[in-house]
């Protein structure tokens, strides 16, 4: 069975700080097929990064994944107010899967 | 402006069913695969259904394999979920979400339509 495992859960941290989130993968993800998405309070969530390191249209270059294989990052520089939410990873390809999620809170 | 507006949802008994539908504007629907997605109260994202952009092709996640069926109307820019031997827990918000590629990252989504089932 594939598993995405986000870590941390929680990531408290303050306006201005960088941000470092893990997506790990329980099997190797080919073709590097690893996006995030960003989900506020009460709304849907919003592509953020394909392909692990692309951004997706409309994204400030704050925004940054990188890795392969199994490990992967999410990286958020000079966190503003508007990041604090939660950021889910997602595999695609071969199947859907989506990890648990980190909250990134003041 | 891309829009997805899910509708449908509501409250169900154990056992019964239910259709959610999907009305999308601002792209070229019969291009992109479609997708629900659903989200437990207080909980993460849980990817439900997929169906390619012409609907020749269809996956389910196996939670609902059997119960749930997608599909869609290019004609009307629509895609429906038949949800059927609903189950308590199948209570979520479903998001209609969209993709370019069959099986690939999501690019639009919904705003979610909720579905409760309990007696």
């Known amino acids: 069975e594939f598993v995405l495992t986000q870590s941390p859960d929680t990531l408290s941290l303050s306006p201005g700080e960088s941000a470092t989130l893990s997506c790990r993968a329980s099997?190797?993800?080919?073709?590097?097929?690893l996006a995030w998405y960003q989900q506020k309070a009460g709304q849907a969530p919003r592509l953020l990064i394909y392909g692990t390191s692309r951004r997706a249209t409309g994204i400030p270059d704050r925004f940054s994944g990188s890795g392969s294989r199994t490990d992967f990052t999410l990286t958020i520089s000079r966190l503003e107010t508007e990041d604090f939410a939660v950021y889910y990873c997602?595999?695609?390809?071969?199947?859907?899967?989506f990890g648990q999620g980190t909250k990134v809170d003041i | 402006e891309v829009q997805l507006l899910e509708s449908g949802g509501g409250l169900v008994q154990p056992g019964g069913s239910l259709r959610l539908s999907c009305a999308a504007s601002?792209?070229?629907?019969?291009?992109?695969?479609m997708s629900w997605v659903r989200q437990a109260p207080g909980k993460g994202l849980e990817w439900v259904s997929i169906i390619s952009a012409t609907g020749h092709a269809t996956e389910y996640a196996d939670s609902v394999k059997g119960r749930f069926t997608i599909s869609r109307d290019n004609s009307n820019n629509t895609v429906y979920l038949q949800m059927n031997s609903l189950r308590a827990e199948d209570t979520a918000v479903y998001y209609c979400?969209?993709?370019?590629?069959?099986?690939?990252?999501?690019?639009?989504w919904g705003q979610g339509t909720r579905l409760t089932v309990s007696s």
């Open positions: 601002g792209f070229t629907f019969n291009t992109y695969a």
């Open positions: 979400v969209g993709g370019f590629y069959y099986m690939y990252y999501f690019d639009y």
């Open positions: 099997q190797r993800i080919n073709s590097d097929y």
């Open positions: 997602q595999r695609y390809g071969d199947s859907l899967e």
